[in-house]
């Protein structure tokens, strides 16, 4: 979360990529009836949703003069814009926020900050999977899921996954070897 008084909104690396952290909850939800991956994130200031999703779904897309968003690993996003109004329903719970727009990694949305503190007390069980908090005089408990375990797959089934449209990511390693700094050599 942001310190200070710096207001730039701010996004978590897990809420870029998609990669589960310990203080995020992924949740399903649906917007105009289109199934969406929910990322409720306490490291993002604001509440986020994917362009490609704000495209696809036809949603009235707002440009936001002189906007930018921070990344946690200190890159810059611009030409932000925003979607007013967007009404997204989580199981038993219905919301309508104004939601960035951003090109996010394995999320269609991020419920920040923004949307936690509209919550006043709630409480989360991370290795449970589950939210509960009150809004408008009524109790909700909201259930997430384990994203699937990682795996290691050839390039063929990556193709194929990727085909589907599965997120994935490539990491390559190398083996390095350290040389021996040139004034440990001339002391021997």
């Known amino acids: 979360m942001a310190s200070g008084s710096d207001d730039t909104p701010k996004i978590s690396l897990a809420a870029m990529t998609g990669i589960s952290q310990p203080q995020t909850l992924k949740l399903k939800g649906h917007i105009k009836n289109e199934n969406v991956i929910v990322l409720v994130d306490t490291g993002s200031t604001h509440n986020f949703l994917d362009i490609r999703v704000a ?8 440009p936001v003069s002189d906007m930018k ?4 690993d200190g890159k810059k996003i611009k030409k932000v814009k925003k979607c007013h109004k967007v009404k997204l329903q989580i199981q038993d719970f219905n919301l309508d926020s104004e939601l960035y727009t951003l090109p996010l990694g394995g999320v269609d949305i991020v419920l920040g900050v923004q949307w936690l503190q509209t919550l006043g007390t709630y409480s989360a069980n991370h290795q449970k999977h589950f939210i509960k ?3 408008q005089g009524k109790n909700y408990k909201l259930h997430g899921f384990q994203p699937p375990d990682t795996q290691v797959v050839s390039s063929q ?7 589907k449209g599965a997120s994935a990511y490539v990491i390559q390693c190398h083996q390095m070897e ?5 004034q440990n050599k001339l002391k021997e």
């Open 55 to 62: 495209r696809k779904l036809k949603l009235f897309v707002h």
């Open 69 to 72: 968003v921070m990344v946690a």
């Open 133 to 135: 908090f009150k809004w």
């Open 157 to 163: 089934q990556m193709e194929k996954l990727i085909r």
């Open 178 to 182: 350290g040389q021996e700094c040139e």
